[in-house]
């Protein structure tokens, strides 16, 4: 069992929510860009999240979500000093940082939460770092303060320009690379559709493009092939050889086709959640 | 006087129209009166053919002496005495190539019944009061050595009941949330009940077995930390969890599985029970691509959860089919349609990415090998589709390259098999592996058996480190 040592909502809004969670085996050899997987009951499903932070010390992971789907959801009913059935990790490879000068990080609504401990690890490494946060709207945005100690320039933007710059992190990014910024590399973590624009915007450019895929996963060690994708015209397992890919060869379409595979059991699921059990089970 | 009759009592098993629709199990289990009646057709053989072709050497025609009197708990101990795990082997393990193989009542009938026996006598002493079985099963002192043990398959727990027994501190480290490996994500319900598996490993815990689950190997702790933690040896049987794909076009199509995908959906993920979270597809056709056992798992499943065709698609011939014949019995009394000489080209998708049919090609038996296995060669122009919507890829599995590929120093093949060799050493001191993990998909009971040599080269490993 792993307790939840802390929870707060990210924003006014509470539309995304901070858990730390005690786990020490997690903690022990995690580094930024690796995942966990979750499962909160016995009845529960095995969900990934990205780990969002950790802290050796206290033995502590957190992690950072949006409460949508129907494990999410339920995550969120609980609250400080109750205890998650299942927590696994580190998964995946972590982030490759050797060698880089220049990046910029793009990050997409709760991806932020991911890409903030990448911007950040970069720059504590000397990296100079341009991070674009983009949010639905101002009620979303999460973790600014963070994100401006974690980079060189931070920008901001919204779809419907509700808070600082109107606009999509891709506009953001064209701008830049337009105006003479250069980058060795291009960091992009949020929705598949996100990631999929920001390397369209980058190959003209030449600008290699590190994405984090979230395929839909069960084990997360290369077990069951529920993960994988298309990267170069090869199939490769997201949970053993990513999360992270080289984004101007992952076939998209096949990646955001198959990451809607089970949403009618989905809608039908959180339908159950709220009519239900209201609540979280105890297994 | 020996029971002279030429065949097995019969295995009690749920009709065939029925259990195809529920996740109970099929064989229902002896009853002590057919159970006696079947072991005195045991001829107490003085030579024991049959202990030669088990790979752990159980002592059966002692057991079985002591099933014909009636004596089931002390056929239960001498069973234990060398078997950590009867109720799960008198279920799963292919005694029909093995013990039953070699009994002298073979040659002109049907063997003795040992799996069932075994089965018999396991489920018998499960079914008495647990707590007194915690009295009985006391830990033996500790002789202060830790050994780690990397899964709990069948290769981990053999390996880790052996060495408790003899006072070793053994940790098991599972990366599921649940101990068992395949025994609970790969064989269905129906074939081994979890409850089963889960009593089986309680009785490990009582002799002392610590299983730390959610830990990955390679991931979360390395080999090389093992050591640092104080672990005298290390026992990787970490199986082979990798699912092979076939590499033909559309195989990413939503509706393609790793036969291991559905299997841990469904067993593992409990995806048939209405409680639980984990989704998974109402499929109406499906097409199980292999021919083996995990196909026949894969195939059975699918009728269980609701699909009204479900076909083993195989490229060579009944003869040929890898599955125990047991298996390919239960599946076509359960309606499972057998395309034999298939070979899958490619899945056929539409515009939403969907599997709406399998192309295969007509296959015919050519020249045959040393063993007898003829190959099949493809006939021209002879393709055709099978109208389905699901495809589940049962074609075999590979060791999982994580830990040899974390492990510095650890040897291992192309295939990603770790190399041993038959004491189960690899080629880093102090670090022992067996089961699937070294030569790929197998048994059950040959990983028992790997498990079991290890234990043994455990022991002297560490007593010889200890007298230097």
Redesign the interface.
């Known amino acids: 069992m792993y307790k939840i040592v802390k929870k707060r909502a990210l924003n006014e809004a509470a539309n995304t929510i901070e858990m730390v969670i005690e786990a020490p085996?997690?903690v022990?050899?995690a580094r930024p860009g690796q995942f966990i997987i979750l499962?909160l009951d016995e009845?529960?499903?095995?969900i990934p999240l990205t780990i969002a932070g950790y802290d050796r010390e206290k033995g502590t992971v957190t992690i950072m979500f949006q409460p949508v789907g129907?494990?999410t959801q339920m995550l969120n009913l609980m609250e400080e000093g109750d205890y998650i059935?299942?927590?696994?990790?580190?998964?995946g490879k972590p982030t490759n940082m050797e060698g880089l000068k220049k990046v910029a990080v793009v990050g997409g609504g709760v991806g932020c939460a991911i890409a903030y401990p990448v911007a950040k690890g970069m720059h504590e490494a000397g990296i100079q770092v341009d991070m674009i946060a983009g949010f639905r709207n101002k009620d979303f945005v999460i973790l600014e303060d963070e994100m401006r100690a974690g980079c060189t320039n931070l920008y901001i933007t919204t779809d419907d320009g509700s808070y600082s710059e109107k606009g999509f992190t891709t506009d953001k990014l064209k701008e830049l690379i337009e105006s003479g910024r250069e980058y060795d590399e291009v960091v992009a973590i949020g929705p598949a559709v996100m990631m999929k624009f920001v390397c369209a915007i980058t190959k003209p450019y030449g600008i290699k493009t590190i994405v984090s895929l979230n395929p839909i996963m069960?084990?997360g060690?290369?077990?069951?092939?529920?993960c994988?994708?298309?990267v170069g015209g090869k199939?490769r397992f997201a949970c053993?050889e990513g999360p992270e890919f080289d984004g101007h060869e992952v076939d998209w379409d096949?990646l955001i086709?198959?990451n809607s595979?089970?949403i009618e059991?989905?809608t039908e699921?959180k339908k159950h959640v709220c009519r239900l059990t209201g609540g979280i089970r105890r297994g | 006087m020996a029971n002279m009759n030429p065949k097995k009592n019969p295995m009690p098993e749920q009709e065939p129209l029925v259990r195809n629709k529920n996740f109970q199990e099929v064989a229902l289990g002896y009853s002590a009166e057919a159970a006696i009646d079947e072991a005195k057709r045991c001829l107490q053989c003085k030579h024991k053919p049959c202990v030669s072709g088990c790979p752990v050497n159980v002592r059966i025609p002692e057991f079985i002496a002591k099933v014909a009197e009636g004596e089931f708990e002390e056929a239960y101990r001498i069973i234990t005495s060398t078997n950590s795990l009867p109720a799960i082997c008198g279920r799963v393990c292919p005694q029909e190539t093995q013990c039953e193989a070699k009994c002298v009542r073979g040659i002109k009938g049907e063997p003795v019944g040992i799996g069932r026996l075994e089965r018999f006598v396991a489920d018998y002493h499960n079914l008495c009061d647990h707590n007194q079985h915690k009295e009985l099963a006391k830990p033996p002192e500790s002789n202060g050595h830790k050994v780690a043990i990397i899964g709990s398959g069948p290769a981990g727990l053999t390996c880790a009941g052996d060495l408790a027994r003899q006072g070793y501190e053994v940790t098991i480290f599972e990366a599921f949330h649940k101990p068992g490996g395949v025994l609970v994500y790969g064989i269905p319900e129906f074939r081994l009940p979890k409850s089963v598996v889960a009593r089986e490993i309680k009785r490990l815990e009582y002799f002392g077995v610590k299983i730390v689950t959610n830990a990955v190997i390679g991931r979360s702790l390395s080999i090389d930390e093992l050591f640092e933690e104080g672990y005298e040896a290390v026992f990787i049987g970490s199986g082979a969890g990798l699912p092979q794909f076939l590499n033909i076009p559309g195989e990413n199509l939503l509706g393609v599985y790793s036969a291991n995908e559905y299997l841990t959906r469904i067993n593992l993920m409990k995806a048939y029970l209405p409680e639980y979270d984990t989704p998974i597809k109402s499929c109406r056709k499906v097409a199980v691509v292999g021919g083996g056992n995990v196909a026949m798992d894969a195939a059975r499943c699918a009728k269980r959860m609701g699909a009204e065709e479900v076909y083993i698609v195989y490229r060579r011939s009944m003869n040929e089919l890898p599955a125990r014949a047991e298996e390919v019995h239960h599946a076509m009394e359960e309606e499972i349609i057998f395309k034999l000489l298939s070979n899958p080209v490619a899945i056929l998708g539409n515009d939403e990415g969907k599997v709406v049919g399998l192309e295969c090609v007509q296959m015919e038996l050519g020249e045959c090998d040393e063993s007898g296995r003829c190959r099949p060669i493809e006939i021209k122009g002879s393709n055709f589709v099978i109208d389905v919507d699901t495809v589940i890829i049962a074609i075999g599995t590979s060791p999982n390259p994580l830990i040899s590929s974390t492990t510095e120093g650890l040897e291992a093949t192309k295939w990603g098999c770790i190399v041993a060799d038959d004491k189960m050493a690899t080629s880093r001191e102090g670090v022992f592996a067996g089961g699937d993990a070294v030569t790929g998909a197998a048994t059950v009971i040959l990983a028992a058996g790997a498990g079991k040599t290890a234990a043994s080269s455990i022991v002297e490993y560490i007593e010889s480190k200890n007298k230097e």
């Open positions: 085996l997690v022990r050899n499962r009845y529960g499903e095995r129907q494990t059935a299942d927590f696994v990790g580190p998964l069960v084990d060690t290369g077990m069951c092939g529920c994988r994708v298309t199939t053993v096949e086709k198959r595979f089970y059991e989905e699921a």
